[in-house]
């Protein structure tokens, strides 16, 4: 018994293809479908009509770097880390986070023998703690993306942002490691009488995922320590007036506290993040000890004061002074540890923009 089938069939496809010509354009569909075999009507695509419209094809603006050093180990992007982050495809070794901890309420604080305003800023204006709570959701999981499977992420805070980071971490799946304390040398006074000194901050140290092994120097910190177990208690001082020879940023971190981390965390050449540079402690760090680094910022004056003190270090003098003046670099350096270097390769893994 035969059996006749008929089958009536319509079939429009609309492809967007970049050329020079319509007749560039046709050519190029061809090509495309004939290379992943696909069949519009006949395998030579007799008897197909081609309609060719020119249109105006939509496309993704690329990132642009504010700045970047003659050797490529700084690169500063200008904008909100929400926006940037997702807008580039790119692994990093580990991240240093110093976010906002939503102080700016108006109080009065005492700096360099003077009462100050605490306020630093919109960015760190206060929040109710479901705000802070979806703050840190947001930028951690992008972080998270941007780490490498076996990358460590930082984070510093004091207690009014810190427990929301750590439940946020936990959340996302990251393995907090250590909560480091920074117990400052040099606190400012408590001008209140009411309450003990502030004299620390905590630093959360995470790894990206449970379940993949994370760089620790462990050696290295050993031997910075004097031949002992580095504990998670770490006294270091407060910023000194050297390190704001390019400006003062109002939460800027000093450079023992970052060179620690990176050493502890990372390897000669490694790439690090950090999403509220400010004014690029992390960068410079990561630069003196032979690093390359990715900061981002939104705010103006901040990435302009970021480039000069990169720009500083491009004077032999100045880099040299500004290594003598970090503990654990001049403790290395008298140890003579060569994992310490003072500038990264030439080339290498490198940002795709």
Known sequence: MDYQVTIKEQLIRKVLVESASAEEAEAAVIARYKAEDIVLDYSDFTGVDFKVKRVK????????????SVNRDFTLLHGDCM???????????MIFADPPYFLSNDGISFQAGKVVSVNKGEWDRGKSPAEINEFNMRWLSLCRDKLKDNGTIWISGTYHNIFSVATSLTSLGYKILNVVTWAKTNPPPNISCRYFTYSTEFVIW?????????????ELMKLLNDGKQMTDVWRLPAIARWEKSCGKHPTQKPLSLLTRIILASTNENAWILDPF????????AASLTGRRFLGIDREQEFVDMSRHRREELD????????????????????LEIPSIASEPAAAGYDLPF
Do not use: C, M, W
């Open 315 to 334: 004077d032999a003098s100045k880099r040299s002074e500004y290594r003598s003046k970090i503990r654990d670099i001049g403790k290395a350096s008298q």
């Open 57 to 68: 094809l939509k496309k993704e603006p690329s990132l642009s770097p504010y700045y970047r």
């Open 206 to 218: 995470a790894r990206k995922s449970a379940k993949v092994p994370h760089r620790f120097n462990y």
């Open 277 to 284: 540079a400010g004014s690029s402690t992390t960068g410079i």
């Open 83 to 93: 926006e940037l982050l997702g807008k580039f495809d790119f692994k990093f070794d």
